[in-house]
């Protein structure tokens, strides 16, 4: 298609899906390939370029007295046709020149165009040596921004780096770990897949398998594939191809039935009404999709419908294009050897049509579209309003339009900025890529049987914000029996209290769940490692806490729990406690004497350890009661030892030692003394204890309590397992009068031993904490 004008915009479009080349005889000069397949979407696209250069030149306001015009041209989804067709484009089709001094614009001032990564790569290579501005809107590929490679190439479409990102933000939102991979065999699938893989890798998500499209549509190749989709334990399916690469794959897909699949569409193909029919809808409801941003463009409408056809050969695709639409032909007689059945007229009503063509509700790749026009006209507008002897250039000159050169056009376009009048702003970064702004669509079955697209999502990434992705899960489609996102993982979580351990040959998504050890746990899901416990601690049953100082909390938190009643909660909350006070007394021993210090030390100590003792004590005639009272001759056994005779029993053994200290402070208390008597040179300044036979009435009424505490424990030490803390009682028991039996007489004979000191024991019930002790010298 083609229209005059001052200056001439080059378009790229993918118009059909197929190109059929002649046979070559080599004895005669070949006939042009021709395309088959007419796509109605893309045709659309075309018209929004010829629809922005006619609302440009009504605007008085952007490039005043110059009119634009524009060269359009099919690709048909090749390469080959591509690169012919921007040659073309940039270098003219006329075949003689009247101006011999090479004067005048170029042939094209830039290109809107090409929408794949693959031929946009090849004529960025060609002509960005010649700075050609070149503005694709639809190209991905993260390999286009490289700026050395391709200094003129720009997009209003983002990068597949943004893309990528994208979409592994939706399968972290779901928890899809575990995915399959296909892609399609050019630059656009391939630089996609290279970026999908390194990402998935960053954030610690596997790839089940990896499988690329065959070029030339193999049926073997594709059957293959499906075999592996089909195999594969992974549920989600993520496809970065365009429309034409992926449709033989999902024939496959309808002729195999394969249901059960979540299928994730790249930009490429997730707006494609090519797979909006009834026969996919049993297959690809459900869809998850990326998609650029959905623009308005008012009066679009009305101009695609007030279109007519035309004979001049230059716009024979409007002609293509009529004879598509209502099925007819302006050729008459008959036509490859059938004869014609309708002739086209021309006067054909557009408004009777519902197709891509006439759609405009979902603008995405031609709103790219009209802001790639837009973008070269702003900038061609911006290089005429230079003023002279201010100009960038160099001799702080401006461009002439007489003698424009490309490279002229590509300085003003890299700063253009601009908002549509739907209110998006356009600009380009220093890579030449536009803002990263995608839809997250979702297909849904709609009333007719076919497929609609609904936004559920959105995801933007700006340089000040970084990504935001929002979406509406409550409005997604799911095409499974429980209504539900499946699950895709290749190994579930690891609970707490076990860590991963990867599984030989295979990603790190695929995992055993082991236990973690005695003495270790994890606290988290998925925990690589187990975590050894502090000395003194060891794990819980669930390996995902280490008790002992936390043992009350536990105890506290749990008292209701059949465990806890069991073990008779009010006495295990007496003995941690005392126990608690045990270690606490030691602090009265840090620093020099003081007459309060030398008199709370050894009271403290002695009624902290009579609180403990006679606790396990009352716990050990609890148990032999229980195990006496199932005994018939013994069944009234257990009225005197309940909770309330527990307690009594506990204070009273308590009391004792309080009152043996009371008397001996108030008799003969303890106070800070000098002492050189050990060695004449060095004074010790230490605590005297006044009273030897009150001293010794403490630790003897404590080693009376812990004897009689062993020899119970030791008499019921035989009964029955179940609850029965005998045997530990005595175990525990045991070491502390042997410690107890060991040390004191040592430590009486021994030189300094009115130096303060202290002893004692940790017991826990069925643990077992080694006696300490710690003598000191001031």
């Not at 034409?244 to 930009?267: C, H, R, Y």
């Given at each position: 298609m083609y229209q005059d004008g001052d200056v001439i915009l080059g378009g790229l479009f993918q118009v059909h899906f197929f190109t059929v080349f002649p046979d070559l005889n080599f004895k005669t000069e070949p006939e042009p390939p021709h395309c088959e397949k007419f796509d109605m979407e893309s045709f659309q696209q075309a018209q929004t370029m010829a629809f922005a250069i006619n609302e440009i030149n009504k605007n008085p306001n952007l490039l005043p007295n110059i009119t634009l015009g524009y060269h359009l041209y099919d690709n048909c989804v090749r390469l080959g046709m591509a690169f012919r067709a921007a040659i073309s484009l940039a270098s003219g089709?006329?075949?003689?020149?009247?101006?011999?001094?090479?004067?005048?614009?170029?042939?094209?001032?830039?290109?809107?165009?090409?929408?794949?990564?693959?031929?946009?790569?090849?004529?960025?290579?060609?002509?960005?040596?010649?700075?050609?501005?070149?503005?694709?809107?639809?190209?991905?590929?993260?390999?286009?921004?490289?700026?050395?490679?391709?200094?003129?190439?720009?997009?209003?479409?983002?990068?597949?780096a943004f893309q990528v990102r994208a979409m592994v933000q939706i399968l972290r939102h779901f928890g899809w770990t575990w995915v399959g991979l296909v892609?399609?065999?050019?630059?656009?699938?391939?630089?996609?897949?290279?970026?999908?893989?390194?990402?998935?890798?960053?954030?610690?998500?596997?790839?089940a398998f990896s499988e690329i499209l065959p070029h030339d549509n193999n049926h073997r190749d594709i059957q293959r594939v499906m075999g592996v989709i089909q195999a594969s334990t992974a549920r989600v399916v993520v496809v970065f191809s365009t429309?034409?690469?992926?449709?033989?794959?999902?024939?496959?897909?309808?002729?195999?039935?394969?249901?059960?699949?979540?299928?994730?569409?790249?930009?490429?193909?997730?707006?494609?009404?090519?797979?909006h029919t009834p026969r996919f809808l049993p297959f690809l409801r459900g869809t998850l999709g990326i998609a650029v941003r959905r623009g308005k463009i008012q009066g679009l409408h009305d101009f695609l419908i007030r279109l007519c056809p035309s004979n001049d050969q230059r716009n024979n695709m409007l002609r293509i294009f009529?004879?598509?639409?209502?099925?007819?032909?302006?050729?008459?007689?008959?036509?490859?050897?059938?004869?014609?059945?309708?002739?086209?007229?021309?006067?054909?009503?557009?408004?009777?049509?519902?197709?891509?063509?006439?759609?405009?509700?979902?603008?995405?790749?031609?709103?790219?579209?009209?802001?790639?026009?837009?973008?070269?006209?702003?900038?061609?507008?911006?290089?005429?309003?230079?003023?002279?002897?201010?100009?960038?250039?160099?001799?702080?000159s401006c461009a002439n339009i007489i003698n424009l050169k490309p490279w002229q056009l590509v300085h003003y376009l890299q700063k253009v900025n601009f908002t549509t009048g739907f209110g998006d702003h356009v600009s380009f970064d220093k890579n030449g890529d536009a803002l990263a702004i995608y839809d997250v669509l979702n297909w849904q079955p709609s009333s007719d049987g076919s497929i609609s697209i609904y936004t559920v999502g959105v995801v933007n990434e700006g340089a000040a914000t970084g990504m935001v992705f929002t979406l509406d899960e409550e409005a997604i489609y799911w095409n499974f029996e429980t209504k539900k996102p499946p699950r895709s993982v290749c190994s579930e979580s690891c609970p707490p209290g076990t860590r991963r351990a990867t599984r030989k040959g295979l990603p790190v998504c695929c995992f055993d769940c082991l236990p973690c050890g005695d003495g270790e746990i994890s606290n988290t899901s998925n925990a690589i490692e187990c975590a050894m416990c502090p000395d003194e601690f060891w794990s819980n049953t669930d390996k995902d806490h280490c008790f002992?100082?936390?043992?009350?909390?536990?105890?506290?938190?749990?008292?209701?729990?059949?465990?806890?009643?069991?073990?008779?909660?009010?006495?295990?909350?007496?003995?941690?406690?005392?126990?608690?006070?045990?270690?606490?007394?030691?602090?009265?021993?840090?620093?020099?004497?003081?007459?309060?210090?030398?008199?709370?030390?050894?009271?403290?100590?002695?009624?902290?350890?009579?609180?403990?003792?006679?606790?396990?004590?009352?716990?050990?005639?609890?148990?032999?009661?229980?195990?006496?009272?199932?005994?018939?001759?013994?069944?009234?056994?257990?009225?005197?030892?309940?909770?309330?005779?527990?307690?009594?029993?506990?204070?009273?053994?308590?009391?004792?030692?309080?009152?043996?200290?009371?008397?001996?402070?108030?008799?003969?208390?303890?106070?800070?003394?000098?002492?050189?008597?050990?060695?004449?040179?060095?004074?010790?300044?230490?605590?005297?204890?006044?009273?030897?036979?009150?001293?010794?009435?403490?630790?003897?009424?404590?080693?009376?309590?812990?004897?009689?505490?062993?020899?119970?424990?030791?008499?019921?030490?035989?009964l029955p397992d179940n609850f029965n803390e005998a045997k530990f009682i005595t175990f525990s028991m045991l070491i502390f009068c042997a410690v107890w039996i060991a040390f004191v007489p040592a430590y009486m004979s021994s030189p300094g031993k009115y130096a303060f000191w202290i002893t004692g024991g940790h017991i826990c019930p069925k643990v077992l904490h080694y006696p300490f002790t710690s003598r000191e010298k001031h």
């Open positions: 089709t006329e075949e003689s020149f009247s101006s011999l001094n090479c004067t005048g614009p170029p042939p094209v001032i830039g290109i809107v165009g090409d929408p794949s990564s693959t031929p946009s790569i090849a004529i960025s290579n060609v002509l960005g040596l010649f700075r050609v501005p070149i503005v694709s809107y639809y190209a991905t590929c993260s390999c286009l921004s490289d700026r050395k490679k391709y200094p003129s190439f720009f997009r209003t479409i983002p990068s597949d892609y399609s065999d050019d630059d656009y699938g391939i630089y996609a897949a290279q970026s999908f893989q390194q990402e998935m890798q960053v954030f610690g998500h596997c790839v429309s034409s690469f992926l449709l033989p794959l999902m024939d496959e897909v309808v002729l195999q039935n394969i249901t059960g699949k979540q299928w994730i569409a790249s930009e490429a193909w997730a707006t494609s009404p090519v797979y009529w004879e598509n639409m209502f099925g007819c032909s302006f050729e008459t007689g008959d036509k490859d050897g059938e004869q014609v059945k309708k002739v086209c007229t021309g006067q054909e009503d557009l408004n009777t049509t519902d197709t891509p063509y006439t759609d405009v509700s979902g603008l995405r790749a031609a709103y790219n579209v009209y802001k790639a026009v837009y973008a070269l006209a702003h900038a061609l507008h911006d290089l005429m309003q230079c003023d002279e002897g201010r100009g960038p250039f160099s001799g702080n002992c100082a936390l043992v009350m909390v536990i105890f506290a938190l749990h008292h209701n729990t059949p465990i806890v009643r069991a073990n008779n909660s009010e006495l295990s909350f007496l003995l941690l406690l005392s126990l608690k006070l045990c270690f606490l007394c030691v602090l009265l021993f840090i620093g020099p004497p003081q007459l309060w210090t030398c008199q709370l030390r050894h009271a403290v100590f002695g009624i902290s350890f009579v609180l403990c003792i006679s606790s396990i004590l009352v716990k050990t005639m609890v148990v032999i009661a229980v195990f006496k009272s199932s005994r018939p001759e013994s069944k009234g056994a257990m009225k005197w030892f309940g909770a309330a005779q527990q307690r009594c029993t506990v204070l009273v053994l308590t009391a004792l030692q309080v009152v043996i200290c009371a008397v001996w402070l108030s008799t003969a208390s303890p106070t800070p003394h000098k002492n050189n008597q050990y060695i004449r040179s060095i004074i010790v300044y230490e605590c005297a204890i006044g009273s030897v036979a009150g001293f010794s009435l403490l630790l003897g009424y404590i080693g009376l309590l812990a004897a009689v505490s062993f020899l119970l424990a030791f008499l019921a030490r035989n």
